[in-house]
C-alpha cells in the first residue's frame, strides 16, 4: 500500500485517540490534538492524569479507548511508543500514526507483524490535515 492509501484510511475512521497528548500548547501532543479539532474531527486524548485537554475528555490509557476509535496518533518518547503499539493492538486499533521522534524499529516492526497500517516514515498529521496556529 502507498503512503497516500494509508494515510486515506488511517483518516477514515470516525473518531481519533491522540496518545501523549498534552495541556501544554506548545507541545505537539496539544497540537495534533487541535489539528484534529480543527478539521471537525471526533477526537480522544489520551494522558495518564489529565482529565481534560483543549475541552475534550481525557482517558487514562490506550485500551480506555471506546471501541469506534480505530486509528490513533502517537506523540510520545519510542520506549513508550513500543508500550501504546501492543496495548493497541490488542484492544483492536488498527490504525498507528508516530509523529516523527516518536517512532521506534521495534514498534514499527510489531505493528507490521500484527498486520496494523502502520505510518512512521516522517509523515506529519499536522502538515497532512493543514494545521495552523490561532
Request: charged share 20%.
Amino acid at each position: 500500500m502507498f503512503i497516500e492509501q494509508q494515510i486515506d484510511q488511517f483518516l477514515a475512521a470516525p473518531v481519533f485517540g491522540v496518545v501523549g497528548a498534552s495541556s501544554n500548547r506548545d507541545k505537539y501532543g496539544n497540537k495534533v490534538l487541535r489539528c484534529y479539532q480543527q478539521n471537525n474531527r471526533r477526537v480522544i486524548p489520551v494522558h495518564p492524569k489529565e482529565t481534560q485537554v483543549e475541552g475534550e475528555n481525557c482517558v487514562a490509557t490506550v485500551t480506555d479507548l471506546p471501541e469506534e476509535v480505530q486509528s490513533i496518533s502517537i506523540i510520545t518518547p519510542p520506549q513508550i511508543t513500543e508500550k501504546v503499539v501492543k496495548q493497541a493492538a490488542a484492544h483492536g486499533i488498527k490504525n498507528i500514526w508516530m509523529q516523527i521522534g516518536s517512532e521506534s524499529p521495534a514498534a514499527v516492526q510489531y505493528c507490521q507483524e500484527q498486520g496494523l497500517n502502520v505510518i512512521a516514515d516522517g509523515s506529519c498529521v499536522l502538515v497532512v490535515l493543514g494545521y495552523h496556529e490561532h
